[in-house]
């Protein structure tokens, strides 16, 4: 049945007309609001490429329902930072080349993001828990732990997007 949801992403209020109420939250990110930064990979929450903030906590949105976010606050990728004025953990992706293909990037550094907010001084063995959701498939993990690292020092002395 088609339904219209209202909810926040980066800080946006928006209001989108599906035609099936269990449209997933991926689609209307990407084919609706044109937030091409969250991605598609399994569609099964099996990969976590398409984690996004919902109320502050990281959750896959590639079976979640949009009237799941009705009234609920949503950041993706886009919202953690602008090519100007990166997120600390964006900028330490780039410096650290955290990635080779990317395509898992935007789920890691939204999961990351979680963690930091709630751990400003994450341990490795933390750091790893935080992203045993997020496959990465080309094998980058050691500069991902690097990158996480140096960004929770940076944002620990204040930096901020
Ligand atoms: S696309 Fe959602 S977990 Fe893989
Ligand atoms: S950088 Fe390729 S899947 Fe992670």
Redesign the pocket.
Known sequence: MATTVAFTVNGRSVNVAVAYEDTPL?AVLRNELRLMGT????????????TVLIDGKPE???MRPLSAVAGRNVVTVEGLGTPDRPHPLQQAFLEEQAGQCGYCLSGILISAKALLDRNPSPTRAEIARALDDNLCRCGTHNRIMRAIEKAAMRMRAGVRA
């Open positions: 991926l991605r598609f990979g399994c569609g099964l929450e099996q990969c976590g490429c398409c896959k949105s590639c």
